[in-house]
């Protein structure tokens, strides 16, 4: 499937070829710091498959638990996680992060990876109480969720 995507400030725009049916969300603890968030979502292409439109990327290189080094793109100006990959020669895989994807609601996650440090509420997400936008918070700084 062929994708296309931008970080947010749109300094950096790719575009890639990915297999939709291997997307995974991945609850890896650098991850959760990574993205600021609860778990990451990853779609895989191969190094010869991107192509890096606009912008040049900045690479944070970390270790992994396994001790390899795991090279994190992410644009430069705003800070928009792109992909990883591995480090030295050869063929590489890139783990593209799927919020930076045009198509990201056309390709559907089916498997947890690192489900042993996924946060104890992932299982119940989908019954959460929904608000369609923004909560309200007033100008006293009280946040309303109801
Ligand atoms: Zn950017
Ligand atoms: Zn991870």
Redesign the pocket.
Known sequence: MKIDG???????AYEAEIDPDKTLICNCTDCQTLSGSAFRVVAYTREDAFKLLT?ELKIYVKIGESGNERPQSF??????PIYATAAGEGPKVYSIRLGSVRQRDQIVPNVHVWFRSAQPWIAHIGSMRKIEKQPQIDKTGKVNLT
Do not use: A, D, V
Request: net charge neutral; with cysteine.
């Open positions: 931008r970080c947010h400030c749109g300094y950096i912008g644009c430069p100006e705003c800070g928009t």
